[in-house]
């Protein structure tokens, strides 16, 4: 019989499965690996921001994959987090245009605002995780912070800083994810 105690195995939603089967058709019968990425980023999405090594096992066996392919691809690109996160991950770019703006204040400023650190312990609130990140590709309105989808630019600013600070504090709910959005059309 099953220990009581063993911790439940993660299964996608409905609606994330669903998805998942609309983005396998995307690609020939024996390369399901070609979905890979973006089965990752439902994943990351639906399990709390991260893709702890039940998770890759999971994406693992949704795609015929050994645990290693999903692990290598999982390490690889920082957009992944294989530790748990805060409420929000505020990924600071900290490539040229964005240093000469300013990101270096504005990280050692987002540390102190938040009580986080980059790469290191989220805040003591959970709300923010900070990550550094290479170039966001909207040099023109550096420094930047991504949040999921969304880009927080010009942050040269305590005005700009504090406003998206509270916008993210005042986030009751997630986001709606695009699939549950098209699970209910
Ligand atoms: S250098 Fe920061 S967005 Fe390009």
Known sequence: ???????????????????IKRIITHYPEDRKKSALLPV????????????SPEVQTLVAETLDLKPIEVYEVATFYTMFNL????????EICRTGPCMLRGSDELTAHLERLTGAKVGGETSPDGLFTLKEV??????????????????????????????????????????ILPWEALAQN
Request: charged share 20%; aromatic share 8%.
């Open 40 to 51: 990752l980023h439902i994943a990351q999405a639906e399990f709390g921001g991260w893709v």
């Open 1 to 19: 019989m099953e220990p009581t105690n063993a911790p439940a195995k993660p299964q996608f939603s409905a609606a994330a499965q669903d998805e």
């Open 83 to 90: 530790k748990p996160v805060g409420k929000h991950v505020l």
């Open 134 to 175: 290479e170039c966001l590709a909207a040099c023109g309105f550096a420094p930047i912070v991504q949040v999921r989808e969304k880009y927080y630019e010009q942050l040269d600013t305590p005005e700009n800083v504090d406003a998206m600070l509270t916008e993210l504090r005042n986030m009751v709910h997630r986001p």
